[in-house]
C-alpha cells in the first residue's frame, strides 16, 4: 500500500482485509513485523489518540516512530506558499515535508482545514500540496476533507459490536458545539456508513447540511453498496429504529468561512446535546460513537456518555488497530 488517503479508496474487500488483519494482530502479536522500519509523524494540527496510537502501533509491531509539530523546538514552520521569508518563521513546510519523510520508511501528516474556502478544504488543497512533495508512502492522519484512520477504526467497531451493515441504521448527527469545527469527520464518516451499506441519515438543524460535494460521493457509495443516504431536520423520525447515533459537531456550509456569523446561527441549536430522550424511538441497545475528543455536558450528556450506549473508548483503542494493520501492510510486514 502506497497511501492510506481516503476510506474511499478502498474496496469492501480491501477494508475487510484490513480489518482481518487488524484483529488477527489484537489476538497473535507480531512484535517483530516492523523490525528497523521507522514512521515520521508531522503533526501541523492538535492530537491526543492520533499522536499515542501510531507510536503505540509502531511500537507494537517492531518498529519506531518520531513525532515533528510546531510547538516543538524547531524554527518557526512558513507554510504560505509564495512568500518572502522576512518574518519570524525561519523554516519552510516545502523542505521540511521532505525533509522530515526522508528520516522514515513512510510519513503520516495532519493538517486540519484552514476553514476559509470550501472548495478549498473540500478539494484537500493544502494537504495535497504536502504530499506533493514526497514519494514515500504516506498515510493522511486527519486533512481538511478525510479522517481515514477514524473511519477505518470506526467500521471495526461497528463490527465488533455485530451491527448491522446492509439493514443497520446509522444516524450521523450535528451536535452543539461552541467552535465552528472541521468537515473531516463528518464528511468522511458518512461516506463510511454509506460503503458499509448501511441506511445512514444526516440529522441536522437548518443551515447544517452537509456540502452537495460530500452527499453526493457517499450516494454513489451507498448505491455500491446497497445502503442509502437522506437528510433530516427531524429528530425522532430520524432516530426511529437507530441502531447507532454517531454525533460530530460541524461548520454551517451557509456561514462557511464567517466565524461571527457562524457563531450567531449556532447558537440557536445548544439544545442539540445528545441525551437519553433521544433514543426513545431507536433500537432497544442504540449505540452512541463520538471519534473523541467530546465536550461533556454540551455535545451529549454525561449520562449517555458515561452509560452502557457509550462506544467510544472501543473506538479509540481501535484506531491503534486499525493503524497497525495499515502500517503492516504499508510497511511490508507478511499479511
Ligand atoms: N479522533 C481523533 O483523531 O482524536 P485526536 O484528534 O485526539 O487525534
Known amino acids: 500500500m502506497k497511501a492510506f488517503n481516503d476510506i474511499a479508496d478502498f474496496s469492501q474487500e480491501q477494508i475487510s482485509a484490513l480489518l482481518e488483519l487488524a484483529n488477527r494482530l489484537n489476538e497473535n502479536p507480531e512484535p517483530q513485523a516492523l523490525s528497523g522500519k521507522v514512521l515520521a509523524l508531522l503533526f501541523l494540527s492538535p492530537s491526543l489518540r492520533t499522536l499515542a496510537s501510531f507510536q503505540a502501533a509502531m511500537t507494537r509491531l517492531g518498529g519506531g516512530a518520531f513525532v515533528i509539530s510546531p510547538d516543538m523546538s524547531i524554527h518557526g514552520l512558513e507554510t504560505r506558499p509564495g512568500i518572502v521569508m522576512d518574518g519570524v518563521a525561519a523554516e519552510h513546510i516545502r523542505e521540511a ?9 513512510a510519513i503520516g501528516i495532519r493538517a486540519f482545514a484552514e476553514r476559509k474556502d470550501l472548495q478549498k478544504d473540500l478539494d484537500d488543497v493544502e494537504y495535497r500540496s504536502l504530499i506533493e512533495l514526497i514519494d514515500t508512502p504516506y498515510v493522511n492522519m486527519e486533512s481538511a476533507a478525510a479522517h481515514p484512520c477514524q473511519n477505518l477504526a470506526d467500521w471495526k467497531t461497528l463490527d465488533d459490536l455485530g451491527i448491522p451493515a446492509n439493514g443497520g441504521k446509522f444516524v450521523l448527527s450535528w451536535a452543539f458545539h461552541p467552535k465552528a469545527l472541521p468537515l473531516a469527520v463528518p464528511a468522511s464518516t458518512l461516506q463510511m456508513a454509506a460503503q458499509r451499506g448501511m441506511d445512514v441519515t444526516v440529522l441536522r438543524p437548518e443551515g447544517f447540511g452537509l456540502p452537495e460535494q460530500v452527499m453526493a460521493k457517499a450516494k454513489k457509495a451507498a448505491a455500491a453498496s446497497g445502503g442509502s443516504v437522506r437528510e433530516s431536520e427531524d429528530r425522532q423520525e430520524a432516530m426511529q429504529g437507530a441502531h447507532v447515533i454517531y454525533a460530530k459537531s460541524w461548520s454551517s456550509i451557509a456561514h ?56 467510544v473508548i472501543h473506538e479509540a483503542r481501535n484506531r491503534m488497530l486499525a493503524q497497525m494493520a495499515v502500517l503492516h501492510q504499508m510497511l511490508g510486514g507478511a499479511s
Open 256 to 311: 462557511y468561512g464567517d466565524k461571527i456569523a457562524d457563531q450567531k446561527h449556532r447558537e440557536q441549536y445548544v439544545d442539540w446535546c445528545v441525551d437519553e430522550p433521544w433514543f426513545a424511538p431507536a433500537e432497544t441497545d442504540c449505540r452512541f460513537m463520538h471519534c473523541l475528543p467530546v465536550r461533556r455536558g454540551v455535545v451529549v450528556s454525561e449520562a449517555v456518555l458515561d452509560g452502557p450506549r457509550s462506544v
Open 97 to 105: 515535508v521532505p525533509v522530515i519523510a526522508s528520516y522514515g520508511d
